[in-house]
């Protein structure tokens, strides 16, 4: 098995959008020398207010990204650990 990365290079990624009061979604694009391709990171918050995280991207967070998606002051706690 390969070595989790210690430090997520931040690639361009599209705004965080809220779906649904608990699900997140954000797009990107990976460049290849061919082309394009595209990517998703998609959080769904269980009712016990942690988190499934479906292909993590590392992302910039802002203070007004922050806010924009705070439709609840739930927590958002992750569900399972990943990788150190």
């Keep these: 098995m ?4 210690k430090h997520w290079k931040v690639l361009s990624h599209r705004k965080l959008k809220q779906i649904d009061d608990n699900i997140l979604t954000v797009t990107g694009d990976i460049h290849m020398p061919l082309m394009d391709l595209p990517r998703r990171m998609t959080v769904v918050r269980l009712s ?3 988190l499934v995280v479906f292909s993590a991207i590392a992302l910039v967070v802002s203070a007004k990204a922050g806010t924009q998606c705070r439709s609840s002051k739930r927590r958002w706690i992750p569900a399972f650990p990943t990788a150190r």
């Design 48 to 50: 016990d207010s942690r």
């Design 2 to 5: 390969t070595k989790p990365f």
